[in-house]
DNA sequence: GTCTATACATCGATAGAC
DNA sequence: GTCTATCGATGTATAGAC
């Protein structure tokens, strides 16, 4: 079962998640399509547990972090695995944060994990000083946005993502000149 | 022809780009399927044909704008007009600015008009005091994530680009605060 | 230019034997 | 749990009559 997700992983890699195909998992992992039947009662039940794992991945690399005190530091770590791990995979970035396969949402049980990476990255957005939700959707479409482009244009490269710091800092600075004035 | 295109574009505002068939397209233009392989080749082909529209009228739209003397002012208006563009109809902005089609990429002739909007924004971004390539990646990035964030998670609202001229001002002052300090 | 008819392929899903 | 066999739907593309 989790062999079977892990490949389903590589054939969305190779090819994209969206044409990934219930016959070519099959034959990857030695069996016959209808055989995956017994392990996920849709294809959509399958995407689900992808979106699961990948969310699984994703709070372990984080959580297992040891953030530094400085909380604009601690922020720069986070974000930085985050982005790291979004460029590592694109397909897997793609379902997670993207809803490429038309009819696939998500269940709630998988949402867990994707709740509490987003919970943690707005407490750490909030001791660096982004407090007001305004700041934090700006924060977050900015890193999306620098990512987005890094896949569409340069995925092996860091042409875009290579900015995350000093743009980190240039917002938090706004952030922090805003509140001095009142 | 371009009645065929204009539907095309219904249909996909509807049921999004990837779920356009030329079935149903040619049902709503009043024909049979086979009968769409005498204006296009092939669904790819007009798919390019709604990319090469899709960017004409994106121009059209840009270039009849009455923009202000004020490098900034003009910048936030070819920007303002560009983001409303992108909101209008979300699945158009996907097929020109986003890869929704696997296997489909566009033709050198069909990507001169989307040359001509880019020239544009960069020649405008310059004037305002955003020279660096390393600036221009990072404006255009960060006006992106605010359309993909406006567009995936409040489609009919205003919670991420309202935030477009304030963002600029601040990307803006910031590479003008470099500039002195040299 | 438009039609009918159909080839051809892909894919998700189910039935039922072992 | 895994298999064979097959259904049923969808969709692109082509052949050839009119």
Redesign the interface.
């Known amino acids: 079962m989790a062999a079977i997700v892990a490949t389903a992983w590589e054939l969305s890699r190779a090819q ?1 998640v ?2 990934l195909t219930l016959h070519a998992l099959a034959r990857e992992v030695g069996m016959r399509q209808p055989s995956l039947y017994v392990y996920f009662e849709s294809k959509n039940a399958l995407y689900d547990a992808m979106f699961a794992d990948g969310n699984r991945q994703l709070l372990e690399r984080l959580t297992k972090l040891d953030l530094p005190d400085d909380p604009r530091a601690a922020l720069k770590a986070f974000m930085g695995t985050f982005v790291s791990f979004g460029i590592e995979d694109q397909d897997r970035y793609t379902l997670l944060f ?2 490429p396969i ?1 009819g696939f949402e998500p269940s709630a049980a998988s949402y867990e994990h994707a709740r509490a990476v987003l919970d943690h990255a707005i407490a750490l957005l909030h001791t660096a000083g982004l407090e007001s939700q ?1 700041d934090v ?2 924060f ?7 990512i ?2 890094q896949i ?1 244009n340069d995925p092996a490269g860091d ?2 993502i290579r ?1 995350l710091d000093r ?1 980190t800092d ?2 938090l600075d ?1 952030a922090k000149r805003r509140t001095r004035r009142r």
Chains 1, 2 share one sequence.
């Open positions: 994209g969206g044409a993207q809803r038309p305004d959707d700006c977050i479409a900015m890193v999306a946005g620098l987005d482009a569409a042409r875009w900015h743009l240039l917002y706004e």
